[in-house]
């Protein structure tokens, strides 16, 4: 199994948002998340993805507790799965050429910095994303953002996709692109593991659905 949530909880300062909750993820396999606004689908998404730490319970990846991992494993862990946040989450004081070089810099520190700029070009031109890279978030509108977002999540080849409402602020033709580059990542035996609301996406990508109501998943 790649991923098993057991028994997770997570609580802020005054609520407690993910209230116990269970499910195993399959290599390979799509794995929806959805439900109403502030439901806890999102911050369930960041517990499996290593981002939030559980107040209770633990994720494991490959049978590997992900907050007991040692560097090298973490970094491993960290090379294989990339998250594409639903407000970008682009570096604000970089430019999108810097914003991208970071993850080759990390994952493949003996990669040339043409080899890095030659990747990032090709990265660009796959999600249609043709400004300027000395540009910086700022400049950008909020669907070019999420284009540089994908291209970043996808530049080290990446075994498994989380996805934050991942098509919102995209035109149709931007989605569409998306959609083109997540069939083909699912295709080739990837997972993805996404939060949706969108009913037409979670149609055009199926797989394993799991409805939060409140914290708990929903029966």
Same mark, same amino acid.
């Given at each position: 199994?790649? %991923?098993? !949530?057991?028994? !997770?909880?997570f ?21 929806? *998340?959805?439900?109403?606004? #502030?439901? #806890? ?18 994720v ?12 090298a ?7 294989k799965?990339? %998250? !594409?946040f ?7 004081? &970089?430019?999108? &050429? ?6 080759? &810099?990390?994952?493949?520190?003996? @990669? ?14 796959i !999600?249609?994303?043709?400004?300027? *890279? $000395?540009?910086?978030?700022?400049? *950008?509108?909020?669907?070019? &953002? ?7 999540a ?7 996709? %989380?996805?934050d ?13 998306? @959609?083109?580059?997540?069939?083909? %990542?699912? $295709? ?13 996406f ?13 914290g708990? *998943?929903?029966?």
């Open positions: 199994m790649l %991923f098993e !949530v057991e028994n !997770v909880e609580q802020s300062r005054t609520t407690k948002i993910v209230k116990g909750i269970s499910l195993q993820i399959e290599q390979g396999s799509v794995t929806g *998340l959805t439900g109403k606004s #502030g439901c #806890g689908k999102s911050t369930l998404l960041k517990l499996i993805a290593g981002i939030y730490v559980p107040s209770s319970g633990r494991l990846y490959n049978g590997n507790d992900i907050q007991t991992m040692g560097d494993m973490n970094l491993e862990f960290r090379r799965c990339s %998250f !594409v639903q407000d970008s989450a682009l570096w604000a004081n &970089q430019d999108i &050429q810097q914003n991208l070089n970071l993850p080759l &810099q990390t994952h493949n520190p003996k @990669m040339k910095a043409k080899e890095r700029l030659e990747r990032i070009r090709e990265m660009c031109e !999600v249609k994303y043709d400004r300027p *890279l $000395n540009l910086r978030p700022a400049d *950008l509108s909020m669907g070019e &953002q999420k284009k540089v977002a994908f291209a970043r996808l530049i080290n080849n990446p075994e498994v996709l %989380f996805l409402e991942c098509t919102e602020s995209l035109d149709r033709k931007g989605g569409a692109v998306i @959609m083109d580059l997540l069939q083909k %990542f699912r $295709n080739d035996g990837k997972t993805i593991i996404y939060v949706s609301h969108s009913s037409s979670i149609a055009a990508l199926p797989g394993k659905i799991h409805v939060i109501e409140e708990l *998943l929903s029966e």
